[in-house]
Every structure is written in C-alpha cells, then in structure tokens.
C-alpha cells in the first residue's frame, strides 16, 4: 500500500510562490511517473504536470514557465514549484502516482492565491 501525503499549501498574495511537496510512505525510484493534478471549486480536476523516472514533463498550457515539478527519489518525495500565481491558481492540489499498476492519490492540499 503506498500512502501519499501533502504539504505546502497554503494562503498566498497574487504573484507569490509557494512550494508543494508529496511525500511518499515507499520508495518512488521505481515509480514510472508522478504528477500534481488540481480541482477548483466547480470545476473538474485537471493535470498541472506530470514527471517521469526517466526525466521527461509535461505542463498544462496555464502554468507552463511558472511551474515546475522535480521529484527527489532519496527523500522519496515529490515537488511543485508554484511561482507567479494567479487568483485562477486557487485549487485543492493532489498528488498522483502509478506503482505496480495501481493509481495512488494523496489527500490534497489547498492552495489559495488571493489579495
């Protein structure tokens, strides 16, 4: 069983930054991929960036050059660089990872970006 736990989030000015990270209760040096997706109030979870072992992102359009998401596989944990954030930003922000073909998801954690 692979548990997977948030933190970082938090309340934020417009323009700020913050930092998530996903701690994993495993080892991820064997996890194919990893990724941060995120749910706005009334809208359906999408993906803001997927990593893999072998070092390959991807990005959602909206965030592309704010973001950035590494992973470090000796603290077993992944990240998400949040930079320049925006009002529309605001979301629960949750965890995924693939281990053994089975998808794993943390509980999320809230990030607020507001004046």
């Known amino acids: 069983q692979v548990q997977l736990e948030e933190s970082g989030g938090g309340l934020v000015q417009p323009g700020g930054s913050l930092r998530l990270s996903c701690a994993a209760s495993?080892?991820?040096?064997?996890?194919?991929?990893m990724g941060w997706y995120r749910q706005a109030p009334g809208k359906e979870r999408e993906l803001v960036a997927r990593l893999g072992s072998t070092g390959w992102t991807t990005y959602a359009d909206s965030v592309k050059g704010r973001f950035t998401i590494s992973r470090d596989n000796a603290r077993d944990t992944l990240y998400l660089q949040m930079n320049t954030l925006k009002p529309e930003d605001t979301a629960v922000y949750s965890c995924?990872?693939?281990?053994?073909?089975?998808?794993?998801w943390g509980q999320g954690t809230q990030v607020t970006v507001s004046s």
């Open positions: 995924n990872a693939w281990h053994i073909g089975t998808e794993y």
């Open positions: 495993v080892s991820i040096f064997s996890f194919p991929t």
